[in-house]
């Protein structure tokens, strides 16, 4: 695969499978609060394309940022970086 430097690249868990080849990845990240300066935890959840139907739900997963794929998918899968161990 080509490097492409300009896109963002994020890492996140998958919450849930919709319909083929299509995740979605919640993204969590920190930012202070505005006037306490306590950090705190938010959220952002991301419709993302998976081309090979590899990933469940639970999966850490990198994505890259990409043209749009349809209505709500900008993102895309670019490894897995952990498995959800399987439940027995």
């Known amino acids: 695969m080509e490097q492409r ?24 990240y920190k930012i202070p609060h505005a006037l306490y300066r306590k950090e705190v935890r ?3 959840v991301l419709h993302v394309h998976d081309e090979k139907n590899e990933c469940c739900v639970g999966d850490k997963v990198e994505i890259m ?15 897995i970086v952990e498995r959800m161990p399987a439940s027995e």
Do not use: H
Request: proline content about 2%; charged content about 35%; cysteine-free.
């Open 5 to 28: 430097s300009f896109r963002k690249n994020l890492q996140g868990v998958v919450t849930g499978r919709s319909g083929d080849k299509s995740l979605k990845v919640v993204y969590f």
């Open 42 to 44: 938010r959220k952002t």
């Open 65 to 79: 940022e990409t043209r749009p794929l349809s209505k709500l998918k900008r993102w895309r899968v670019i490894r």
